[in-house]
């Protein structure tokens, strides 16, 4: 699976994004797919993950209420809508296709995209 993010930019604090991660290759629906950021200096750390069906999603408690996780399987293509953002949420955000996992751990993860940037100013 070839993942391809973008959609990234730069934002004032409290606006919203729309990224998209767009997958080639094999079939896209057999994978649960998540999003992971990661700022200069830090770890990558998980933001969210989405069922290969679409049918349940789980959110790390700093992006709860905040960002949403969609997938749209005819198009192969998975979301994270950032509204209310915030300085912290500047990081390089990164897609990742999972066959069998549905996790936090960045280890479980079988395929990563290239990261988009998102700057957010205060």
């Known amino acids: 699976v070839q993942l391809q993010a973008s959609g990234g930019g730069l934002v004032q604090a409290g606006g919203s994004l729309r990224l998209s991660c767009a997958a080639a290759g094999r079939s896209f629906s057999n994978y649960n797919m998540g999003w992971f950021r990661q700022a200069p200096g830090k770890e990558r750390e998980f933001v969210a993950a989405?069922?290969?069906?679409?049918?349940?999603?789980y959110y790390a408690d700093s992006v709860k209420g905040r960002f949403t996780i969609s997938r749209d399987n005819a198009k192969n293509t998975v979301y994270l809508q950032m509204n209310s953002l915030k300085p912290e949420d500047a990081a390089v955000y990164y897609c990742?296709?999972?066959?069998?996992?549905?996790?936090?751990?960045?280890?479980?993860?079988?395929?990563w995209g290239q990261g988009t940037q998102v700057t957010v100013s205060s």
């Open positions: 989405i069922r290969w069906s679409g049918g349940s999603a």
């Open positions: 990742a296709a999972s066959r069998w996992s549905m996790s936090a751990n960045v280890g479980t993860y079988d395929y």
